[in-house]
């Protein structure tokens, strides 16, 4: 069991590690870093990668096209047994793997936060985290860039959305949170439902990712008349699925919501379309695959979102080893 010096009720420290030296990982360290309540080093702020690394420095570009350099803490696992909290920032298909490496050293009452897209990783962590060990989402609209190892550019503003998705915290250890995030986020909404944004992110995700990925197309076509019968259906097998996990969605909102999330992305290349570019692994088991998997759970045909789940397996069959 991991056990830590018991936090005093006027402590106002916060001692983050950031899991993942990506895009998001170096995005929220730099934020939580260099945020202006930080400046005298008050929270400590870490970044545990997955290789052990040596660096002391990593390079941020800010959107206004200014480049510099900024010092790196790298963590060990003091860092993670005394951290408050554990920002997760790695890919889907990463994040068990992740939580199984770090959960024997972390702390009973830490607070540990998932940014990841899609959905269904939670029922693959074994072992779970303690009840005492509060999970929560973070849904994130701003945009990240890796350009190369330890080098992130930061590519779009957007709002967040926190909210737990297992166990408790104390109103104390909320505020807290809050506060040393919203300074550094900025734009950081408190959900009391989060499971019901983390839907609607899954919704936007499942129709435009896999359309522009397989049709290499930006964000905006996705509302173009060919692609407008297979979003009605994307969608109508969401909302029923949904439904079968306690969770109430509406088809003409959902439609709405990707309608407006393609027009004000319109010139963006998706992440499904920029990792098929890449040749990378793509999120798709955790978009439309778990739309696949909760059907057969619940025997509920899910013909499209299966479709295109296996669609884009196929294109990353024909590069991945
Ligand atoms: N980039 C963006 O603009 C946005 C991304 N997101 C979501 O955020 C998540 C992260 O995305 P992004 O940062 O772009 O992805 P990246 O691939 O850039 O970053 C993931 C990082 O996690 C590292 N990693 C993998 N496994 C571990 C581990 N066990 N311990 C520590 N580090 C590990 C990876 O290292 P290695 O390379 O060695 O595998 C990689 O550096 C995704 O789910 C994405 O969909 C959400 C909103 C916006
Ligand atoms: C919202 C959207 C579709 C923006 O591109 C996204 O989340 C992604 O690309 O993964």
Same mark, same amino acid.
């Given at each position: !069991?991991?056990?830590?010096?018991?936090?005093?009720? &006027?402590?106002?420290?916060?001692?983050?590690?950031?899991?993942?030296?990506?895009?998001?990982?170096?995005?929220?360290?730099?934020?939580?870093?260099?945020?202006?309540?930080? $400046?005298?080093?008050?929270? *400590?702020?870490?970044?545990?990668?997955?290789?052990?690394?040596?660096?002391?420095?990593?390079?941020?570009?800010? !959107?206004?096209?200014? =480049?510099?350099?900024?010092?790196? =803490?790298?963590?060990? $696992?003091?860092?993670?047994?005394?951290?408050?909290?554990?920002?997760? /920032?790695?890919?889907?298909?990463?994040? =068990?793997?992740?939580?199984?490496?770090?959960?024997?050293?972390?702390?009973?009452?830490?607070?540990?936060?998932?940014?990841? @897209?899609?959905?269904? =990783?939670?029922?693959?962590?074994?072992?779970?985290? &303690?009840?005492?060990? /509060?999970?929560?989402?973070?849904?994130?609209?701003?945009?990240?860039?890796?350009?190369?190892?330890?080098?992130?550019?930061?590519?779009?503003?957007?709002?967040?959305?926190?909210?737990?998705?297992?166990?408790?915290?104390?109103?104390?250890?909320? &505020?807290? *949170?809050?506060? /040393?995030?919203?300074?550094?986020?900025?734009?950081?909404?408190?959900?009391?439902?989060?499971?019901?944004?983390?839907? %609607? %992110?899954?919704?936007?995700? /499942?129709?435009?990712?896999?359309?522009?990925?397989?049709?290499?197309?930006? @964000?905006?076509?996705?509302?173009?008349?060919?692609?407008?019968?297979?979003?009605?259906?994307?969608?109508?097998?969401?909302?029923?699925?949904?439904? $079968?996990?306690?969770?109430?969605?509406?088809?003409? *909102? *959902?439609?709405?919501?990707?309608?407006?999330?393609?027009?004000?992305?319109?010139?963006?290349?998706?992440?499904?379309?920029?990792?098929?570019?890449?040749?990378?692994?793509?999120?798709?088991?955790?978009?439309?695959?778990?739309?696949?998997?909760?059907?057969?759970?619940?025997?509920?045909?899910?013909?499209?979102?299966?479709?295109?789940?296996?669609?884009? &397996?196929?294109?990353? @069959?024909?590069?991945?080893?």
């Amino acid at each position: !069991m991991a056990l830590r010096p018991l936090l005093s009720a &006027k402590r106002h420290k916060m001692n983050t590690v950031i899991v993942g030296q990506g895009a998001i990982g170096l995005l929220c360290y730099h934020r939580l870093s260099q945020a202006e309540n930080n $400046k005298q080093g008050d929270d *400590l702020v870490s970044l545990w990668p997955s290789t052990p690394a040596t660096r002391i420095d990593y390079s941020f570009n800010e !959107m206004n096209g200014v =480049t510099k350099r900024f010092p790196l =803490t790298i963590a060990d $696992k003091p860092s993670l047994t005394c951290a408050d909290v554990i920002i997760v /920032c790695v890919k889907s298909y990463q994040a =068990t793997d992740a939580l199984k490496t770090i959960h024997q050293f972390i702390a009973d009452d830490a607070i540990i936060i998932l940014t990841h @897209n899609g959905l269904g =990783t939670l029922e693959e962590i074994n072992p779970p985290l &303690k009840p005492s060990q /509060c999970l929560l989402a973070l849904l994130l609209t701003q945009g990240a860039k890796k350009i190369a190892p330890y080098h992130v550019e930061h590519t779009g503003m957007g709002h967040s959305d926190l909210g737990i998705i297992s166990g408790k915290l104390s109103a104390i250890k909320q &505020k807290q *949170l809050l506060a /040393c995030l919203n300074k550094s986020l900025k734009q950081l909404n408190w959900q009391e439902n989060i499971q019901q944004a983390q839907w %609607k %992110k899954l919704a936007i995700n /499942c129709v435009i990712n896999p359309i522009s990925a397989l049709n290499n197309t930006e @964000n905006g076509q996705i509302n173009q008349k060919p692609y407008q019968e297979m979003t009605k259906d994307i969608i109508s097998e969401i909302v029923a699925v949904a439904a $079968k996990e306690g969770v109430t969605l509406k088809v003409s *909102l *959902l439609r709405q919501l990707v309608y407006n999330v393609a027009e004000s992305t319109a010139k963006n290349t998706s992440s499904m379309r920029a990792d098929v570019l890449n040749q990378r692994r793509t999120e798709i088991d955790y978009i439309n695959g778990y739309i696949h998997r909760l059907g057969e759970k619940h025997q509920l045909t899910t013909t499209i979102n299966t479709q295109l789940w296996l669609a884009v &397996k196929a294109l990353e @069959n024909k590069y991945l080893p």
